[in-house]
């Protein structure tokens, strides 16, 4: 069974600081998605990591996948109040029949600080 | 392009009573999956539909049901509702079968908020 581990769970920052979200996972996967949601919103579709080593960066956040060590982090840079959110990493892990399902981590509730 | 939608938004029921929710997914994606998100268990994959068929289900019990119909659109039914059946359930649409070599973005509905009295 697929397992993934955000932490940290909650992270209260000022703004202006950086700090890194991590996402572990158990078994092998080539795919790894983070998503954002707000408040009593829907999850929205923040970055995609197809391959060891990937790197991608959209506005202060910047996202990286290491397959071997089964990690990905999520770093944010110089945090804003807009960035406060929930944020989940999801591994992708194929069941077969071209089938792809999605295990979560428990989520990281960001609280920026003004 | 439209994104996904998922009706009825809110929802209030009884204990043993049963509940529909209907999701559409993006034009042109014929995939629906389902997840339910609670505080204490996260985000818990459902169930999976391409082509009218399930594919994948998670690990829950039998009163937890779907369908998809010829036109993408699915549904999903939970009988003998219980208190622990209020959550969050949220659909999200891909373009179809997730070869090794490719991937298909899922793309997430706004939710169907389900309270249990």
């Known amino acids: 069974e697929l397992k993934v581990e955000q932490n940290p769970l909650f992270l209260s920052m000022q703004e202006g600081k950086n700090y890194t979200i991590y996402c572990n996972y158990s078994?092998?996967?080539?795919?790894l998605y983070w998503y954002r949601q707000d408040p009593g919103k829907s999850l929205e579709s923040l970055f995609v990591?197809?391959?060891?080593?990937a790197v991608k960066q959209e506005g202060r956040l910047m996202a990286s996948l290491d397959t071997k060590a089964r990690l990905s982090t999520l770093h944010i840079t110089a945090a804003v109040h807009d960035l406060s959110a929930t944020y989940f990493c999801?591994?992708?892990?194929?069941?077969?029949?071209?089938?792809?399902?999605?295990?979560f981590g428990k989520g990281t509730k960001l609280s920026v600080i003004p | 392009k439209a994104g996904v939608t998922q009706t009825p938004r809110y929802l209030i029921k009884t204990r043993g009573q049963q509940v529909t929710l209907s999701c559409s997914p993006i034009?042109?994606?014929?995939?629906v999956s389902w997840y339910q998100q609670t505080p204490g268990q996260g985000l818990q994959f459902l169930f999976e539909?391409?082509?009218?068929?399930?594919?994948n289900k998670g690990n829950f019990p039998g009163r937890f049901s779907g369908r998809q119909f010829s036109n993408s659109r699915s549904e999903m039914n939970v009988s003998t509702l219980e208190l622990g059946d209020s959550a969050l359930y949220l659909c999200?649409?891909?373009?179809?079968?997730?070869?090794?070599?490719?991937?298909?973005?899922?793309?997430f509905g706004p939710g169907t908020r389900l309270t249990v009295l």
């Open positions: 999200a649409s891909s373009l179809g079968p997730q070869r090794a070599l490719s991937y298909n973005e899922q793309f």
């Open positions: 078994t092998t996967s080539d795919r």
């Open positions: 990591l197809l391959s060891n080593g």
């Open positions: 999801a591994v992708a892990y194929y069941s077969g029949a071209g089938s792809y399902q999605l295990t």
């Open positions: 034009s042109g994606h014929r995939s």
């Open positions: 539909y391409f082509s009218e068929t399930q594919r």
